[in-house]
């Protein structure tokens, strides 16, 4: 599914505009990546929740040459499934 058929969707539900459709789905993922960027965790309950899982410093190997390699330590963002997504899902019903 793109973001083009999410817009559809939300807006077949909603019975509004594509572009209405559109900027609220901008607004709700730019609300979500500022809360991550501020190391906040984002709670949505019967979805899931988005937290920032950080990742030390380490060394690696180079595949092609074997030689070891210094990786950077870096944060990355981290989606844990909520119950009742999960449910969602092993059943095969939408909500």
Known sequence: ??????IDAIAAKLGGTKADAGKALDAVLDC???????????????????????RGERTGRNPQTGAEIKIAASKAPKFSAGKALKDAINTGTAA
């Open 32 to 54: 979500l990546q500022d809360a991550l960027v501020k190391g906040e965790t984002v709670k949505l309950p019967g979805f899931g929740q988005f937290e920032i899982a950080e």
């Open 1 to 6: 599914m793109t973001k083009s058929d999410v």
